[in-house]
């Protein structure tokens, strides 16, 4: 089955992975009806019955219906029980190419699933097929690939893709028939359709990722990667894809390469494109409640150009998205791959003063990459590029299927913003984010983010808190480690009120991720104890890091409460209160 490698994101599951959306409508609309009617089994049983079918309109309506109902987790698991896979795998080599495309489209569905689906399309021998089924295309030489088959070749690449993010074995199986061959010759903007290019870049970008085969293969070609992230004519999104692979292959090497900045003016060129204003501007041109209506045929035009001008949106953000990944591994690239699991205490002294305290203004991001960061001003920008759709535009939106799917690509961005606004935060020097007063804004605007409660009183959006909360934390950190901030993060029990509130999320990281903010307001506390504020604060959160939070059931959160309390009273200041609030009696009682 192979090892497990890092989840990451792979290339989305279409709506319509077959293209034969005429001729199987009414099929698809009759699927929920039939599910609920006849149960998985028998829906499955009706799948197997079509793909084995002589018919090759039967095997491609069945390809359909498993790529349909692919995100169906109780059919999902069914399929995969019965083995419907190696039914399917096989039909990548049909005699009719309508077939192949079918089978390639509903394949690369089930690949978006997730960890344990892959796993199991591996379990089932889909590398085989699909790898038989690429070696058609090697040594095109100068010939192109006929347009009906670019939609089979990208999904086909795009399953791949999916399986090598997850499967050691689709990796050795890739280097050893060296497929990589075969991809490289799809980097042609000249010869070859976007869409195609991109999922070779993205494929390519997955096969460098800690390959050195890989890497190595890839070296020639760096010029080539070169000139494509410096093109004035190529897209964003292919620039920005291209500087993945481009880390990928050169890891910390990147720093010193002459391509770095030709990759950071690309990034920073891709992040200033304002995608709030461009999905806003969408939303006001889309007439509402069209989402399940019958289409006039007169209006056709009208909706085809509202389409293009929805997918060019959703390019920008997933351009974005890339870029703001790009920058965040840039930022900790030192603490990645070679140094990130050795843990020395010469390590975790490097950047602390004589006194044990970290200095605010040393940083651990590369100085070549700081000069970039500074240059372009990518702080602001991804702090713009982190602001939420108006409320009026989120309204328009939600009455279309495309306008929930830039809502929902959107908030991906936001998210991504403040992860990478988090690394940014931690790598750099407080005088290089602006200064004590710039980041206690930003702080602040964090700590709206994670306290504000939703209008209709719905559960708060886990991930778009974790992400806020772990950029806030990061910022916290950085704010605490200058006494000056003290003028700043003024903070009253009323505000930590607010923030404890968050720490009743039922996701371990956000609870840490408070820990530590708690922890850091506490020990920067300590420091000012002749304030009676100060003093007050440190009681309230020293009694709550006790009480609360070295109390919970998740271990990560409690050795996160036990490192911060004894942070806060390792100083002989703070000794007199530490008494008063009897906390050595109370640690003794959390003793098993």
């Excluded at 010029?223 to 999104?237: F, G, K, P, R, Y």
């Excluded at 692979?245 to 990034?267: C, G, R």
Aim: proline letters at 3%.
């Amino acid at each position: 089955m192979g090892k497990t490698r890092k989840s990451r994101k792979g290339y989305k599951s279409r709506d319509d992975p077959v293209g034969l959306d005429s001729a199987i409508e009414e099929l698809e609309n009759g699927m929920d009806r039939e599910f609920g009617q006849l149960g998985s089994g028998s829906i499955v049983q009706n799948i197997m019955d079509q793909l084995q079918s002589v018919n090759p309109e039967d095997r491609i309506c069945g390809c359909h219906s498993l790529a349909s109902l692919a995100s169906k987790q109780e059919v999902r698991e069914k399929v995969l029980q019965t083995k419907v896979v190696r039914i399917c795998g096989p039909l990548l080599l049909d005699a009719d190419p309508m077939v192949v495309q079918a089978a390639a489209g509903c394949l690369h569905n089930l690949s978006c699933e997730g960890g344990e689906v892959v796993e199991q399309l591996v379990e089932q021998d889909v590398i085989t097929p699909l790898a038989t089924l690429l070696e058609q295309f090697r040594g095109l030489g100068s010939k192109l690939v006929e347009e009906k088959r670019v939609r089979t070749l990208v999904d086909s690449l795009g399953l791949l893709w999916n399986v090598m993010e997850q499967s050691q074995t689709a990796i050795d199986i890739f280097n050893r028939q060296n497929m990589l061959e075969i991809v490289l010759q799809f980097l042609d903007t000249n010869r070859f359709p976007s869409s195609l290019v991109l999922v070779s870049l993205s494929l390519l970008a997955t096969a460098c990722d800690n390959n050195i085969p890989a890497q190595q293969q890839m070296f020639p070609h760096f010029h080539t990667l070169s000139d494509m992230v410096e093109s004035e004519v190529i897209s964003h999104q292919v620039k920005v894809t291209t500087g993945v692979l481009l880390l990928n292959m050169l890891k910390t090497q990147i720093y010193d390469s002459q391509v770095f900045p030709l990759l950071m003016s690309a990034v920073s060129g891709c992040l200033q494109l304002d995608a709030r204003k461009l999905v806003s501007d969408w939303s006001s041109s889309v007439p509402l409640d069209e989402d399940d209506g019958d289409m006039e045929v007169e209006g056709a035009s009208d909706v085809i150009k509202e389409d293009k001008v929805s997918d060019e949106c959703k390019e920008v953000m997933k351009a974005q998205i890339a870029a703001l990944e790009i920058v965040a591994n840039l930022a900790c690239q030192d603490d990645s791959e070679d140094s990130s699991e050795q843990f020395s205490d010469d390590d975790d002294d490097s950047d602390e003063d004589e006194d044990g305290k970290t200095n605010p203004e040393e940083n651990l991001a590369h100085p070549m990459f700081v000069e970039m960061i500074l240059k372009h001003q990518i702080v602001e920008t991804i702090l713009l590029r982190a602001n939420d759709l108006p409320a009026n535009v989120k309204q328009l939106s939600l009455t279309t299927k495309q306008g929930r799917s830039l809502i929902n690509l959107h908030k991906q961005l936001v998210i991504h913003s403040f992860l990478c606004l988090s690394n940014l935060i931690d790598s750099l020097s407080l005088a290089q984010l602006g200064g004590c007063e710039r980041l206690h804004q930003t702080w602040a605007g964090l700590g709206k983010i994670c306290c504000q409660k939703e209008e209709d009183d719905s559960l708060p959006d886990l991930q778009l808190v974790e992400a806020a909360s772990s950029a806030m934390r990061s910022s916290t950190a950085k704010l605490c480690t200058d006494i000056k901030a003290s003028t700043f993060l003024n903070v009253t029990p009323s505000d930590l009120d607010q923030l404890l509130a968050v720490y009743s999320s039922p996701q371990a990281a956000i609870r840490t991720n408070i820990v530590n903010i708690m922890g850091d307001l506490a020990s920067l506390a300590a420091k000012n104890l002749v304030d009676q504020n100060s003093c007050k604060i440190l009681s309230l959160l020293g009694v709550w890091l006790v009480d609360s939070a070295a109390k919970e059931e998740d271990l990560r959160v409690v050795a996160e409460a036990l490192d911060k309390l004894f942070d806060v009273f390792g100083e002989d200041d703070s000794d007199q209160i530490f008494a008063d609030l009897k906390l050595l009696q109370k640690l003794r009682k959390i003793l098993p």
